[in-house]
């Protein structure tokens, strides 16, 4: 396999697909067939670990496909040339929880772990492709059962030690243990055992999968944010003392309920930061983040809701705006009563008016979801699968024919964070149009979240509840861990034997056709059962101050800085 790194003007498309596996011949063959128009081919492309050189070969020789070109970002972080020094203040969320890479599940404490640690691939948002970090190539056998990974060279951790393969190994071995609290078991779970992650030597790690696995990168890449590669032995519980890793910043200071900063890693393996620190201020809320903006006090928000943050778009801050997966997730307990029965599901869903809370909640920074995992983002995804829309008269009809002529009462518990407030008094009064009566009960994150574990968490033990899901470069995290039977993120506790089939078949698939069929019938199958109610897919939105550049921030909630410089 040819490094993602490495330039080779020689290559032709014949030594190209020499040189490849059979999954980037497939590619190739895809491509040529107009299965993949360019966009989607570089996408894939770098999933399967050919280097851009090796991308262009194919794109030149093949005509450049269409013309459809890589994502752009709505705006630029600032105009103003890049400068070295001075202190990026940014104003975020609150750690939910101790900053723990093994346990970590909100917005504050991912973004910490982005400051000092780095990922095997980095999905860079900007240009919708995954991009060599720790690991310079990746290949995988010719059904994608096993990924092998190449490790980059001479990279030290902050305490001095030289980074290798046994600290990658032990990494994900903690990560992929069924018996530990790893919130990375969302991604993990049913993919990777321990068992599976095997050392080749010192430089090369292999993982062997449970089943073929299409899209594995994504599932070590930066947006499994748990899976910062630290070394092997840590404790994991005494790490916020620390941040050791391998990032451009290391830590400077830390208060779990007050801030943080770190300043420049001057033995960083890449370009060294041009900033001379980071100042990280924590709020429980969004509203004290925005006051901090327009009163001077912070210089980039990490990520925002249009509601209450009017002024973030009034043209006075730059704005870094992008198309995400993240969305909203509204989960009925299928084993509960009412919420047994499918047509209460599919009624409640009927009565929410998508298009009214993307204006009212996200001021249009949204699209309308249809009550599954599948974004617009997702190539896969199947455009001709109808769009749900508000209809109260036959909502009305479900209830009567599930014996609730006369509606029923609930209890809906969400979290105090974002719009999710918001959200939850909107789905509240939509609902009773029908006679639907929702109460109300909001949560803190940390006590909302509580483990994060079935039987220790209002978000998963409760009838009614709502998460926030942050982007991600593929469904199968949303499809597997919030939605199957041995999903650990299964707050509905739906178990559809046809459901689990079709998602396997989904994950194993290698080629978009055959992706885009099954998503269709998934699709479909989520619209009758209706375990789960997604209204909208976010707009992800970053703010900063006009002389802040070079920031480069993840549409599931990180914030990269080690280009970002401020005038």
């Known amino acids: 396999m040819i490094s993602p790194m490495k330039r080779e003007p020689n290559l032709t498309l014949d030594r190209v697909r020499v040189r490849s596996g059979e999954l980037p011949n497939h590619l190739i063959d895809e491509l040529t067939a107009g299965r993949l128009d360019r966009r989607e081919f570089l996408r894939r ?96 056998n010719s059904d994608g059962s096993v990924w092998t990974f190449t490790l980059r060279q001479g990279v030290r951790f902050h305490g001095g030690k030289t980074m290798s393969a046994d600290d990658v190994v032990w990494v994900f071995k903690q990560l992929s243990d069924p018996h530990n609290a790893s919130n990375a078991l969302s991604n993990f779970g049913g993919v990777l055992l321990p068992e599976g992650v095997r050392k080749v030597d010192d430089a090369t790690v292999a993982f062997h999968l449970q089943g073929p696995n299409g899209s594995f990168p994504y599932l070590v890449c930066s947006d499994n944010y748990n899976a910062i590669i630290v070394p092997a ?56 983040q925005v006051l901090a903006m327009e009163g001077g006090d912070a210089d980039l928000i990490a990520g925002f809701v249009p509601q209450g943050a009017e002024s973030l778009l009034s043209g006075k801050f730059t704005i870094i705006s992008r198309k995400s997966s993240g969305h909203r997730e509204i989960s009925m307990r299928c084993d509960q009563p009412p919420f047994t029965d499918p047509r209460v599901r599919r009624a409640v869903a009927l009565t929410l008016n998508r298009p009214a809370m993307i204006t009212s909640l996200m001021s249009g ?29 036959q909502a009305k009809q479900l209830l009567s024919a599930a014996g609730h002529p006369h509606g029923f009462s609930a209890t809906y518990v969400s979290e105090e964070a974002l719009e999710m407030p918001g959200l939850a008094q909107l789905v509240q009064a939509d609902a009773k149009l029908a006679g639907i009566d929702f109460n109300l009960q909001i949560l803190q994150q940390s006590s909302y979240y509580g483990k994060s574990t079935f039987g220790n968490s209002p978000w998963l033990d409760s009838t009614v509840s709502a998460v926030d899901y942050g982007d991600r470069g593929t469904p199968n995290t949303f499809l597997e861990a919030a939605l199957t039977s041995h999903g650990v993120w299964n707050a509905a506790h739906f178990n559809d034997p046809t459901y689990n ?38 707009t992800s939105l970053t703010a900063s101050t006009p002389n802040v550049t070079g920031v480069n921030p993840s549409s599931i909630g990180a914030m990269w800085l080690g280009k970002a410089s401020i005038a």
């Not at 070969?57 to 020094?85: D, E, F, R, Y």
């Not at 194993?508 to 059962?529: N, T």
Request: charged residues 15%; aromatic residues 8%; proline residues 8%.
């Open 365 to 393: 920074h949204a699209t309308l979801g249809n009550d599954s995992p599948f974004a617009q983002r997702f190539p896969s995804t199947d455009p001709n699968v109808p769009q749900r829309t508000q209809d109260i008269a």
């Open 45 to 140: 492309a770098s999933v399967a670990g050919l280097s851009a050189s090796a991308a262009g070969v194919i794109l030149a020789a093949c005509g450049g496909a269409n013309s459809s070109g890589p994502a752009k970002s709505s705006s630029a972080s600032g105009s103003h040339p890049a400068k070295a020094g001075g202190t990026l203040r940014v104003a975020q969320q609150v750690p939910a929880a101790a900053v723990n890479p093994l346990t970590v599940s909100d917005a504050g404490g991912l973004n910490l772990l982005a400051q000092t640690g780095e990922y095997l691939v980095f999905d860079n948002d900007s240009t919708l492709s995954l991009d060599p970090m720790l690991a310079t190539k990746w290949s995988s």
């Open 501 to 538: 089939k079709l998602v396997t078949q989904y994950v194993a698939a290698l080629d978009l056709q055959s992706q885009r069929k099954l998503a269709g019938q998934i699709e479909q199958l989520l619209l009758d059962q209706t375990p789960v109610m997604i209204p909208y897919f976010l």
């Open 233 to 288: 032995g840590t404790d994991y519980a005494q790490w916020p003392k620390t941040f050791i890793g391998t990032g451009p910043f290391k830590l400077d200071s830390f208060s779990q309920s007050t801030g943080a900063s770190f300043v420049p890693n001057d033995d960083y393996w890449g370009p060294k930061p041009l900033l001379a620190k980071t100042s990280f201020s924590f709020f429980a809320s969004q509203q004290p």
